[in-house]
């Protein structure tokens, strides 16, 4: 086989293995992760490579400083514990600076956020913040949700959890899938 | 002389040695030497890379409208199925060796290449991935420039180093976000790294390869933008309020003088400065942040970053770099891109003698005098024969000359004088020297 041939295979092979790679982790997640469902917020902007989608914020972007959180401006790894409420809504139970394993843990990032009613708060980067969506059904979608949100209606984020790695896998309006919702309101 | 003059010597020269105004010997030496690309070839390149583009930024486009009525298994189908097909083109034009077309490897590379950045985006989307687009360059740049190297593919060349610069000014700008980020790449480590991948193409195994004109342009431009990337990745405080760039300017300054200083081959050197695209860039950028730098304000912040800058690894690796290329400029004759790139030096050398509360005046006014220098050396070199710049040169007087009217305190009648006074010279500088050449050329002087 000539140089170029072999390089050539080399870098085919690899160009398979990125992607591929990428689907059997997030498979994972989603045929073995946990499910729960979060409350969030979904407007609408644009990615030039990826097209239109929700930028999912979830509620619960400031907490409490955990003891022994750095202090400076810079971004941390966190652990955090969810649990499901009343409403079926999961929320943080729990947080660590070291790793933690359980079905519910989800990895985040924190930084310090100041100090709310006398309380050190810390801000939470969430690792999912994009639901994609068809662009002929993004503009509706972001509509129906501020509008919910006026009528203090709650937006859900359904998450599936897998070795604190997670996957955005809908956005729930009453238990239904936005995709659907819009797509009935659009008929 | 111009890629234009190149190509009308090629098409004279045959009738010139039927007539025996050259020799057989020297006609071959004169096409060694004015070099000119086919013209039909490097249509059909820009013809093939313009088709593949259209081809796979629709297919983007299309993937991105995100086919939500398919199931996941289908759109994974529709993200990977371009990628098959054109790696099978691809293969099959990289088997006809030699017999395949410069527009055929153009058009091969670049689709394939778009169908990774397709899949890899689809994939992403498909997955409700988080991160910005530029998060995905990387991966899709470090997996397609083999493309370029194999199918010798100057457009995947073009957009791997477009890639590269913007995902190193991507992660040097994240990391002077005062909200900061974790998984920030090292871009001083990076960067080189990256841009060596270019070298299997340029020059090549067999060290003979050099970029087209278009493409030596964006090498040039993606290296000075990444290098000042890194420099402000190095100099920046990571994830604080307030971003202090304190020892950038400088840096900025001696990256520019390496890619001025890049090392160039015989051929290289005695090619017009228009071919040269590092030269015009590197020089210029380095005579702006100069003529900044004869101002009080910023001339006192360069020199007050010079304490900054030294303690750092990238200064002295770019401080070695830059000795390095100097002294081979130096064998090589290359005074008048020495003579620029001394500019850098005037920080290092003011620092020490600059006490902390001091006035920015005497840095500013040695960089004045040090232009001026430069300015003197361009045009003297020209006129001993050697390559210099006479007009940039001249225009650099004038350049000077105006800031130092505009911020000096006279009257407007005496700056509108001085004005025309220099606008009239430097014309009547301008004219002189177009004839002075044209003299040269007819009458055969090795000016």
Sequence with gaps: MRPALAVFAVAAVAQWLLPLSGIWQHERVISRGTLVKIECGAPDPYDPL?????????????????????????????????????????????????PVSGPTVIALTARNSGTTNGTDTIWLAWPFDRFYLNERLAPDADKLVAERSRDGKKTVAEVRLLGGQAILTDILLDGVSIRDVVKQRAN | MSLIHHRWLAEQLPAWEREGIVTTDGARKLRERYAAEPQGGLAQMVVGAVGALLIGTGLIAVLAYNWDDFPRWVRLVLALGPLAVTQAV??????????????????????????????????????????????????????????????????????????????TVTQASERANYLGAIGIADVRLWFPVLLAGILPLWPGPELRDRPAPGSRLVLAASTLIGLLAVA??????????????????????????????????????????????????????????????????????????????LPLGWCWLLLLVVAGFA?????????AVLAVAALALVPVVAAPLSADDTSGWPVAITYSLVLLATAIALIA???????????????????????????????????????????????????????????????????
Excluded at chain 1, 64 to 82: H, I, K, N, R
Excluded at chain 2, 131 to 157: E, H, M, N, Y
Excluded at chain 2, 327 to 335: N, P
């Design chain 1, 50 to 98: 990826r097209g239109r989608y929700l930028a999912v914020r979830p509620a619960q972007s400031t907490v409490s400083e955990p003891e022994g959180f750095p202090d400076g401006g810079g971004m941390v790894p966190v652990w955090a514990a969810l649990e499901a409420g009343e409403d079926g809504l999961a929320r943080i139970k729990s947080l660590s600076l070291v």
């Design chain 2, 327 to 335: 002294i081979l400029a130096f064998r090589q004759g290359r005074f």
């Design chain 2, 90 to 167: 691809s293969w099959w034009v990289l088997g006809r060796g030699e017999a395949a077309k410069p527009w055929q490897r153009e058009a091969a590379a670049l689709a394939q290449t778009l169908a990774v950045g397709a899949a890899l985006a689809l994939v992403s989307q498909i997955y409700n991935l988080p991160g910005k687009w530029t998060d995905l360059i990387f991966w899709w740049c470090v997996v397609s420039v083999p493309l370029a190297w194999v199918l010798r593919s100057q457009a995947v060349a073009i957009a791997y180093l477009i890639g590269i610069a913007l995902w």
């Design chain 2, 381 to 447: 070199l020209e006129f001993l024969g050697r390559q210099g710049a006479a007009r940039i040169g001249a225009a650099l007087i004038a350049l000077l000359v105006i800031l130092r009217m505009a911020d000096a305190d006279v009257s407007l009648l005496v700056k509108g004088l001085a004005f025309i006074v220099i606008g009239t010279g430097f014309l009547a500088f301008n004219a002189y020297i177009t004839r002075r050449r044209r003299v040269a050329v007819a009458g055969g002087s090795p000016a």
């Design chain 2, 232 to 309: 402000a990745y190095a100099t920046v405080r990571p994830a604080h309020m307030f971003p202090s760039f304190s020892g950038f300017p400088w840096l900025a300054m001696l990256s520019a003088a390496a890619v001025l200083l890049f090392p160039l081959d015989r051929g290289g050197i005695a090619e017009p400065l228009s071919r040269k695209p590092q030269v015009l860039l590197g020089g210029g950028a380095l005579v702006v942040m100069a003529l900044i730098f004869t101002f009080e304000d910023p001339a006192r912040d360069l020199v007050k970053g010079v304490g900054f800058a």
